[in-house]
């Protein structure tokens, strides 16, 4: 893509890297500051998938952006200033592990009071999979883990419906 009528001078690259939001940012610095340049996708180049062994290496996606002799001063000022800034955090938070018992209660679950089901030991993953269930079932569910016990409270006016979905579950009966 060029921009304007096209730079003028000898073409020079200016960068060529994969990082989208940087291309995307240098492009934008560039259009802002009058430059014209000329952006290119690597890895499109006719030959490319005529020669098994190229004798240049080149990478199979990112971008290449170069700007008219004349203008390199000024956009290599523009990406310094680009590089020198802090990058994206673009990185996802890791869940917290805690256990249920080490979360703060929130607000609506704090009426959730009636014990509907309670297992010892081994049967942590059902209780995972009833609170689940009721969580699907739109019905608010507090976990308590008391050493080996786990308990699941819901509100008193969920209290009929919760017990009827978890002895369905446990049971594996019907409705009646």
Do not use: C
């Not at 000329?38 to 240049?56: M, N, Q």
């Amino acid at each position: 893509m060029a921009t304007g009528a096209g730079p003028q001078g000898s073409l020079i690259v200016l960068w060529a890297g994969e990082d989208p939001a940087l291309h995307s940012a240098l492009l934008e610095e560039l259009e802002e500051a009058g430059i014209p340049y000329i952006d290119k996708p690597t890895g499109e180049d006719a030959e490319a998938g005529t020669d098994i062994l190229p004798i240049d290496w080149k990478a199979r996606f990112g971008f290449e952006v170069a700007v008219a002799s004349s203008s390199l001063a000024a956009a290599e000022k523009i990406l310094e200033k680009l590089l020198d800034e802090e990058p994206v955090d673009m990185e996802i938070p890791a869940e917290d592990e805690a256990g249920p018992a080490a979360e703060a209660v929130p607000g609506h679950l704090t009426a959730a009071t009636s014990a509907v089901w309670t297992g010892a030991g081994e049967e942590q993953e059902r209780a995972e999979f009833l609170s689940q269930a009721l969580k699907e079932n739109e019905i608010p569910v507090r976990v308590e883990v008391h050493g080996s016990e786990t308990t699941l409270y819901v509100p008193p006016e969920e209290e009929t419906l919760a017990r009827e979905i978890i002895r369905e579950i446990v049971e594996g009966a019907p409705p009646a």
